[in-house]
């Protein structure tokens, strides 16, 4: 829809049921209203934008919206986990350093991502094989035979919280990472 309306209403729908039509009221001042109902007829506030900029939500949310839930206008309460509780809010990889056959342990609030890349270095021949485990059970590994080469193996796993894991490698070489 093209056009400018600086000041006015306008009815999205066009329905014989009011409430399955939107009114948009703007002013001069720049506040704005949108609400259920049709134009020219009493309506239902569904958001209104203040000419301050706040945004109003009359008949739908009281009080802040939150981390850990929303309180809407009939006092009921919708809470969540809090998303700060969330895998991947609030974590950055980190690099760390990790030793074949040595048990580590997520000791963190949240489960934990792990990648473990190993490299062959130059010129190592023969059977390779890198593999994950979480609380002892095998979770992922890769294996591959070096005919003189150079190469990596990655495996990577979730973590959950208070559990253990380890890796085994026939690689010299390892960089392992986190998401903690």
């Given at each position: 829809?093209?056009?400018?309306?600086?000041?006015?209403?306008?009815?999205?729908?066009?329905?014989?049921?009011?409430?399955?039509?939107?009114?948009?009221?703007?002013?001069?001042?720049?506040?704005?209203?949108?609400?259920?109902?049709?134009a020219g007829a009493t309506?239902?506030?569904?958001?209104?934008?203040?000419?301050?900029?706040?945004?109003?939500?009359?008949?739908?949310?009281?009080?802040?919206?939150?981390?850990?839930?929303?309180?809407?206008?009939?006092?009921?309460?919708?809470?969540?986990?809090?998303?700060?509780?969330?895998?991947?809010?609030?974590?950055?990889?980190?690099?760390?350093?990790?030793?074949?056959?040595?048990?580590?342990?997520?000791?963190t609030n949240k489960p934990?991502?792990?990648?473990?890349?190993?490299?062959?270095?130059?010129?190592?021949?023969?059977?390779?094989?890198?593999?994950?485990?979480?609380?002892?059970?095998?979770?992922?590994?890769?294996?591959?035979?070096?005919?003189?080469?150079?190469?990596?193996?990655?495996?990577?796993?979730?973590?959950?919280?208070?559990?253990?894991?380890?890796?085994?490698?026939?690689?010299?070489?390892?960089?392992?990472?986190?998401?903690?």
């Amino acid at each position: 829809m093209a056009g400018k309306i600086t000041a006015g209403t306008i009815q999205l729908g066009d329905s014989s049921t009011a409430t399955q039509n939107f009114v948009v009221n703007t002013a001069v001042d720049g506040s704005m209203k949108i609400a259920r109902g049709n134009a020219g007829a009493t309506t239902q506030d569904v958001l209104t934008v203040s000419s301050g900029g706040a945004v109003g939500v009359p008949n739908g949310i009281s009080g802040a919206v939150t981390t850990t839930g929303i309180t809407f206008s009939d006092a009921t309460t919708q809470t969540t986990s809090g998303t700060a509780s969330q895998f991947g809010i609030g974590q950055t990889w980190q690099n760390v350093t990790r030793t074949s056959g040595t048990t580590y342990y997520n000791t963190t609030n949240k489960p934990i991502e792990v990648a473990i890349t190993c490299y062959s270095g130059s010129n190592v021949s023969g059977y390779n094989a890198t593999a994950l485990y979480c609380n002892s059970v095998y979770i992922d590994d890769v294996k591959w035979y070096f005919a003189t080469e150079t190469g990596d193996q990655t495996v990577r796993g979730t973590i959950p919280v208070g559990a253990s894991y380890r890796f085994t490698t026939t690689l010299p070489s390892v960089d392992a990472k986190e998401l903690r």
